[in-house]
């Protein structure tokens, strides 16, 4: 049978995905009550109904913008002779550290970092991570004060919450862009073949030289790297991905310390159950993640899980007459792949044990799988 579906760690993009590079509030709690406060003009602040209920601010958009412009920083780069391109950053810690895309630095000769009082700097690449496309620089600035930005919670946002993006779309320094979220939980294609999970959806203008600026909410955190756009043009028409703060705060000081970061693997391909499938195979429900193919010698292999041997041709169409169903991962059900890729990118690392629920022909198994490192 052919393999259409899905990697684990990887998809198959079926739109263009156009990687945009060229061209700490303090929380109050409050137990007395439970009122709408206008602190001042730009922005309000949600008492707590009860202890321990931190207080919710909203700042104006001009509020986000003078408060993170000092920590955008423009990211240059020399890849040999003549060819060159520039994106955006944004300053983590005090120690000079700075966070972009890989695809911002891959194959660079020489990184420049400018900061918003015009002061250029030369840069180290002191860890990458292709995968996720997330890259830290180091500087050592002389004249220049370091502000990092506040790193949220992006497992805390939801779709419809305004938010905006800083970075310097066509080279155009320190511009800033607003609109929503506009989704949650995508799986975003990587050239090396994975996938980055948990990528946030954007109606916020992104352009090229916006990839490796922050993404920001209303309270001023960083809840996103912004990273590519969804465009047949090559420009932003309305879709644009970041990497999640919460991916950010996991990876980045690994890749501080270490240079690269070891993702868990588990060593299958396949594709999400649709209702043709679940029809065939009598299934109560068309979720789950039906398992095509095992790798010889991986977790997936040593667990047990069996891939599709045979096949039957129902209306032009090859149907699985066997392979695993995945139907749940450590107790949370699999509704589709990107239920597993964010369950490992979340809560999972090498070495850990992963329950998996599959429906063998009928018979509901479980399955434990232990993590190995992924390869290349």
Do not use: C
């Not at 958009?61 to 020399?78: A, G, R, T």
């Not at 990876?251 to 310390?257: C, G, Q």
């Not at 629920?357 to 198994?365: A, D, K, T």
């Amino acid at each position: 049978m052919a393999n259409n579906g899905i990697v684990i760690g990887g998809v198959i993009a079926t739109a263009a995905i156009i990687f945009a590079v060229f061209v700490s509030f303090n929380t109050i709690d409050d137990s007395e009550s439970n009122e709408l406060i206008v602190v001042n003009e730009n922005h309000t602040q949600t008492i707590g109904e009860s202890v321990g209920i931190e207080r919710s601010y909203e700042y104006s958009l001009v509020d986000i913008f003078e408060k993170s412009e000092e920590s955008v920083v423009q990211v240059n780069v020399l890849r040999g002779g003549s060819d060159g391109g520039m994106g955006s950053g944004f300053v983590y810690s005090e120690e000079g550290y700075i966070i972009t895309n890989q695809h911002v630095v891959k194959d660079a000769k020489k990184v420049t970092v400018t900061f918003l009082d015009g002061e250029a700097y030369i840069g180290d690449v002191i860890g990458t991570d292709p995968d996720l496309d997330i890259a830290v620089v180091k500087v050592s600035p002389s004249n220049t004060y370091l502000q990092p930005i506040t790193i949220g919670d992006s497992s805390k946002l939801k779709v419809g919450e305004k938010i905006v993006a800083i970075g310097n779309p066509f080279g155009l320094s320190g511009s800033m862009t607003s609109g929503i979220v506009s989704q949650i939980g995508r799986l975003l294609p990587q050239e090396s073949g994975y996938s980055i999970p948990d990528v946030i959806q954007t109606d916020a203008a992104i352009n090229p030289g916006n990839s490796g600026g922050p993404l920001i909410n209303m309270k001023g955190e960083v809840v996103g790297i912004n990273t590519a756009i969804q465009s047949i043009t090559g420009e932003f028409s309305g879709i644009g991905f970041a990497v999640p703060s919460n991916t950010v705060k996991k990876i980045v000081p690994v890749l501080i310390e270490d240079g690269e970061f070891k993702h868990p693997w588990m060593g299958i391909s396949g594709t999400d159950v649709d209702p043709e499938l679940a029809d065939f195979r009598e299934l109560k429900s068309s979720k789950g993640f039906l398992v095509i193919s095992v790798i010889e010698g991986s977790p997936a292999e040593q667990a047990g899980l069996i891939g599709v041997t045979e096949t039957k041709e129902i209306d032009g169409r090859e149907l699985a007459v066997d392979g695993d169903i995945v139907l749940s991962i450590d107790g949370k059900t699999v509704r589709k792949i990107s239920d597993i890729l964010i369950h490992l990118q979340r809560e999972k690392s090498i070495g850990d044990e992963m329950v998996l629920s599959v429906n063998r022909n009928g018979e509901i198994l479980e399955l434990t799988m232990v993590l190995e490192e992924r390869p290349r």
